[in-house]
Every structure is written in C-alpha cells, then in structure tokens.
C-alpha cells in the first residue's frame, strides 16, 4: 500500500521554528515530486512548496519565500519543509502529497498535521 504520511506539527509561538516531515512507504521507486500544501481555517487548500526527485528543482509560494525551505532525503523517502519565522498566519493544517509524474496530478496525500502559531 502506497501511503504519505506526515509528522511535526504543533504549537509554537511566533517568531519560532518547526520541521515538517513526510514519509513515503510502500512505493517502488521515491515519488517522482513531493510537496506541501497548507489549508488555513476558513480557506482553501493552496501549494506551499514542492520538490523534485532528485531536488534540482523546487518551487514556493511567493509569499513564503526565505522563510520556508522544503528539502528531502530519497535514502529515507522522506520529504522535510523547514518553516523560520512562523507567523499566526501560518496556522493551518499542513498535507504532504506526492505525484508519479510531471505529468501527473497530486494523487497521493497524507491525512494533514495541524500547525498552529500563537501571537
């Protein structure tokens, strides 16, 4: 069974730091991209970052950029998102998804860690 499955989340005050982690069990071969998409209360689920394979290639939110880094280690299947600075509007629940393909859609999702920043 090919799963996502994420880790990491919690409540952290301002200004602090959280890792998001994402394992990937069950496939043959590392997912082709991996990314993290965020859903704030009240609003839709929107992309936050993603990474290629062989992570020669990444893409983020424009509103993100310097704060967030996604990274990953294909030896653990594992995708990271590395989030400095967090403000309240971060909170949200965070899913990691994945996609066999350039081609593909986002066909693969992990059920979502809550992050949640205090003031």
């Known amino acids: 069974q090919v799963l996502v499955e994420e880790s990491g989340g919690g409540l952290v005050q301002a200004g602090g730091s959280l890792r998001l982690s994402c394992a990937a069990s069950?496939?043959?071969?590392?997912?082709?991209?991996m990314g993290w998409f965020r859903q704030a209360p009240g609003k839709e689920r929107g992309l936050v970052a993603q990474?290629?394979?062989?992570?020669?290639?990444?893409y983020y939110s424009d509103s993100l950029k310097g704060r967030f880094t996604i990274s990953r280690d294909n030896a653990k299947n594992t995708v990271y998102l590395q989030m400095n600075s967090l403000k309240p509007e971060d909170t949200g629940v965070y899913f990691c998804?994945?996609?066999?393909?350039?081609?593909?859609?986002?066909?693969?999702w992990g059920q979502g860690t809550q992050v949640t920043v205090s003031s």
């Open positions: 998804a994945a996609r066999t393909s350039a081609f593909a859609s986002w066909n693969y």
């Open positions: 069950g496939w043959t071969s590392s997912p082709y991209i």
């Open positions: 990474i290629t394979r062989n992570g020669d290639s990444t």
